[in-house]
């Protein structure tokens, strides 16, 4: 098993451009989220997905879209990047939502100029 | 306001010594509580969890222990290595929000 993947692992953009941040896993789980690092702050959740077709907010979801159409991908879009955007962001899935440990990808270090 | 505090940004031990990480709340909610360790460059990996109904879970060289009427746990790591070098984050699962609230982490490092 591959786990959790993660795709570009660095990408700059230019501030307004739009771009996906790829997540897939391999483990048949049904919960998925994205989270971002930034110094001091650990890692708050944007977005979460329950199961394929069910999307909800997390604490930091501003600027993002999130859809989950199969089991294995979780994308995250940007629609308008902004210089606050830059950050390190990690997918992590579980087996089911409700407090089960999660498995984080590798991480994309995003810098928005 | 942080839910979740770890006060030690960072920690240097000495190989061989026990590492004391510690963790406090302030959500009653939260009712699961799980470490993870972070190298860099990859993503964070889950390391021990305690549940709300025991004060103390131990595996192999890691303890946790949690202290609900002062909202407080720590993890203690004996002995310590090189190689347990890394960020720690405690995270505890809000039963309310269904979801997961991580501390700013603390960084460790074990001195040869």
């Known amino acids: 098993n591959a786990g959790v993947t993660q795709t570009p692992k660095f990408q700059v953009l230019k501030t307004g451009q739009s771009m996906t941040l790829q997540c897939a896993q391999d483990?048949?789980?049904?919960?998925m989220s994205w989270y971002r690092q930034d110094p001091g702050m650990g890692l708050r959740l944007i977005h979460y997905s329950v199961g394929a077709g069910i999307t909800d907010q997390g604490e930091v979801p501003n600027g993002y879209n999130v859809s989950r159409s199969t089991t294995e991908d979780f994308p995250l879009r940007l629609l308008s990047a902004a210089p606050s955007q830059t950050s390190v962001y990690f997918c992590a899935s579980s087996y089911k939502a409700g407090g089960e440990t999660q498995y984080f990808g590798p991480g994309t270090r995003l810098l928005v100029l | 306001d942080q839910q979740v505090k770890q006060n030690s940004p960072s920690l240097s031990v000495q190989e061989g010594r026990i590492s004391i990480l510690n963790c406090d709340y302030t959500n009653s909610m939260f009712d699961y509580f799980l470490w993870y360790k972070k190298y860099p460059a990859e993503g964070p990996t889950f390391l021990i969890s305690?549940?709300?109904?025991?004060d103390k879970n131990e595996d192999g060289r890691f303890t946790v222990f949690l202290n609900k009427s002062a909202k407080h746990l720590s993890l203690h790591i004996v002995p310590s290595q090189p190689g347990d070098s890394a960020v720690y984050f405690c995270?505890?699962?809000?039963?309310?929000?269904?979801?997961?609230?991580f501390g700013p982490g603390t960084r460790l490092s074990v001195l040869p």
């Open positions: 995270a505890p699962y809000d039963v309310y929000g269904q979801n997961f609230v």
């Open positions: 305690i549940s709300s109904i025991k």
């Open positions: 483990m048949n789980h049904e919960y």
